[in-house]
C-alpha cells in the first residue's frame, strides 16, 4: 500500500460517490434521508445524515452538476434529497422501456436527460460516462462506467449484470458492487430457523461468488464494497446484526475475499475520500443498544403513517391489475392470499380477513380449501391499505413489513411479476418476461461433456453463455445464482423453471 488519497473520488454513504473532473461535478445515488427507505424499514449504514449539507454545498461550488441515478428503489432515489438540489444541476437516468422513472423523476423540475444502453455521455471533454442497463419485466437497474483523464470507476451497484462485464474493454481502477442481500427471501417467511439459515446461507455465498467473479473478470487496482448493507432499526433487531440472514456486513465480506485471495479491498466510511489505507472492514451493529443509538435522529415513518384500510378498494385494485393481463397464459400459478388478519389459520377458508387470487384464471375466490399451492401474504391493515392508495405495490413489499407463508416453497416468477409490477406497466412485464428468447447454445461442462441448453436465464434473461458450471453439474445463473441441474433437463431446484439441458456428448 502506498498510503495514497484520491481527492477526485469521494464516498458519501451506501451508492452515493461523487467524482470531481476539470470543474464538472457527477454524483452516483445520494441517499441522505433521516427517514430512511421504503416506509421506514432500510436506512443507510454507517448513518450518513449528517452529511446532506456537506454535499448540497459541494454541489453549490460547481457550475457543472451531473447526478446519476441508476434506478428508481428509494435506497438510490432519495426525492427528498433531491428536491434541495439547486434546480440547474442535470439529472442523469437510464432510458428504461418502463417510463415511471424517467416521469416521476421530471417532476422534480429539474433538468432529466436518459441515457441508453452503453451510450458514452461526456460530461466535458475529460469526462464521460456509460451506463450498462439491464430491463426485463420487473428487473431494471443499471451500472454505470465513470472515466475521467485521472481514473475509471466502475459502479455496478446492485445491477446484476455480471454476465454482461466482458463487454468492458476499458482497464478498471475502481469497482464498486453491492455484497449484501436485499429481498425478503427468507427472512420474512416463515420457515423453520434451520432452513432460513440453510436458504441464506446459499444465497449469500452466491452473491459472494458474483462479487469474487467480477472482481476477477474486471481486475480492479481496488475493490470498493457499496450499495449495503442496510440495517432496519424499526424491525426486528436481527436483521441489522447480519447474522445468519441474507444482509451481511463487511465483516463477512473480508473473510471470504481473504479467504480467496483478494487483498484489493478498501472499505470506506461516509464522508471520506479514496484512502487506500482504510483496508479494515465496519463492524455490525452488535447488540440493541447500538441499535437504539442510531435510531436517535431518525423519523419512524411506520408509526407515522394514518391510512384507513379499505377491502373493495384493494379488490378494485387487483381486478384492474388482472384484467390487465386477462388474454396471458399463466399456467398453475400458486394461489395468492393477502391476509389482513395478521395471522395464519387455514381452517377458515371463508375467512372475512382474506381475500384469495387466482392467477391462473385471473379471478377472486370467494374461498380456498388449502389443498392447492399457495403463497400467503400476512401484514396489518395498513400495510394492505398502502396497497390500494398511490403507492407502489413493490415498494410497500420492500418494507419487509409482512410475514410470508409460501407452501411449496418454490418460487414463481408470474406471482412475482403481480406483486411488483406497477399497474400501467404489468402487461407490458408480463410479455417481456414470457417472451425471453428461447436461442439455443451449446456448453462444455469441466468434464468436456457438451450440453445444448437455452441460452437466456427464464428468470431475468442473463446469457448463460460463459456461465460458470460446478462439479455438481449445475449451470449457475451469473446474475442471481439459480442452480440449472444440467443432468436433469436444466431444472432450477428451487423455482423448478428450466433451462432444457439435452447431453449431446
Known amino acids: 500500500m502506498t498510503n ?132 426485463i419485466g420487473i428487473n ?74 467480477g472482481v476477477s473478470e474486471l481486475k480492479p487496482k481496488y475493490f470498493l464494497p457499496a450499495a449495503g448493507p442496510a440495517i432496519f432499526p424499526y424491525l426486528e433487531d436481527n436483521l441489522s446484526y447480519g447474522i445468519d440472514n441474507i444482509f451481511i456486513h463487511q465483516n463477512y465480506l473480508n473473510d471470504y475475499l481473504k479467504n480467496n485471495s483478494i487483498n484489493n479491498t478498501l472499505y470506506l466510511e461516509p464522508g471520506a475520500y479514496l484512502d487506500d489505507n482504510r483496508i479494515k472492514p465496519i463492524e455490525p451493529p452488535s447488540c440493541l443498544k447500538q441499535i437504539e443509538e442510531y435510531k436517535k435522529d431518525t423519523i419512524d415513518i411506520w408509526q407515522q403513517l394514518d391510512i384507513t384500510f379499505d377491502r373493495s378498494l384493494l379488490e378494485k385494485s387487483i381486478i384492474e391489475r388482472l384484467e390487465r393481463i386477462q388474454d396471458i397464459d399463466i399456467i398453475n400459478a400458486p394461489v395468492l ?11 377458515d377458508y371463508l375467512n372475512k380477513n382474506k381475500i384469495f387470487i387466482d392467477l391462473s384464471n385471473k379471478k377472486i375466490l370467494t374461498s380456498f380449501e388449502y389443498n392447492l399451492p399457495f403463497e400467503e401474504i400476512m401484514a396489518e391493515k395498513k400495510y394492505f391499505a398502502l396497497m390500494h392508495s398511490d403507492e407502489r405495490w413493490q415498494n410497500v413489499y420492500l418494507s419487509l413489513r409482512a410475514k410470508v407463508l409460501r ?24 410479455i417481456l418476461t414470457h417472451n425471453i428468447s428461447n436461442e439455443r447454445v451449446e456448453i462444455k461442462n ?17 446469457d448463460l453463455c460463459n456461465a460458470e458450471i460446478n462439479s ?34
Open 337 to 347: 392470499i393477502f391476509n389482513f388478519a395478521n395471522k395464519f389459520d387455514n381452517k
Open 4 to 135: 495514497k488519497i484520491e481527492k477526485n473520488l469521494k464516498f458519501w454513504g451506501h451508492n452515493c460517490f461523487s467524482i470531481e473532473s476539470n470543474k464538472t461535478l457527477l454524483i452516483t445515488d445520494p441517499w441522505f434521508s433521516k427517514s430512511g427507505a421504503f416506509f421506514g424499514s432500510w436506512f443507510q449504514y454507517p448513518k450518513n445524515h449528517n452529511l446532506q449539507d456537506d454535499i448540497l454545498n459541494l454541489i453549490n461550488i460547481y457550475d457543472d452538476v451531473n447526478i446519476f441515478i441508476s434506478h428508481e428503489h428509494q435506497d438510490h432515489y432519495d426525492k427528498r434529497f433531491l428536491s434541495k438540489v439547486r434546480k440547474d444541476a442535470t439529472i442523469l437516468i437510464p432510458s428504461y422501456k418502463d417510463k415511471f422513472f424517467k416521469n416521476d423523476c421530471s417532476s422534480l423540475n429539474l433538468k432529466v436527460i436518459e441515457i441508453k444502453d452503453t451510450e458514452k455521455v461526456y460530461l466535458n471533454k475529460h469526462f464521460w460516462v456509460k451506463p450498462y442497463i439491464s430491463h
Open 140 to 213: 431494471h437497474d443499471s451500472a454505470l462506467l465513470i472515466a475521467t483523464d485521472e481514473f475509471n470507476f466502475f459502479n455496478q451497484n446492485d445491477c446484476k449484470i455480471f454476465d454482461r462485464l466482458k463487454e468492458i474493454n476499458e482497464k478498471i481502477d475502481y469497482y464498486s458492487v453491492q455484497f449484501s442481500g436485499a429481498t425478503w427471501h427468507p427472512s420474512n417467511f416463515i420457515l423453520s430457523s434451520k432452513r432460513k439459515k440453510e436458504i441464506s446461507s446459499e444465497k449469500v455465498a452466491n452473491k459472494l461468488n458474483s462479487v469474487l467473479r
Open 472 to 505: 455438481d453439474n449445475y449451470l449457475i445463473c451469473p446474475r442471481h445464482g439459480w442452480k440449472f441441474d444440467l443432468n436433469n433437463k436444466g431444472v432450477d431446484k428451487l423455482s423448478k423453471t428450466s433451462i432444457n439441458s439435452r447431453k449431446l456428448s
Open 446 to 462: 469441466k468434464n468436456g461433456e457438451i450440453f445444448e441448453i437455452n441460452r437466456y436465464c427464464p428468470h431475468n434473461g442473463a
Open 407 to 430: 407452501e411449496p416453497d418454490i418460487f414463481n416468477n408470474d406471482l412475482n411479476m403481480f406483486l411488483f409490477s406497477d399497474v400501467e406497466n404489468i402487461r407490458e412485464n408480463f
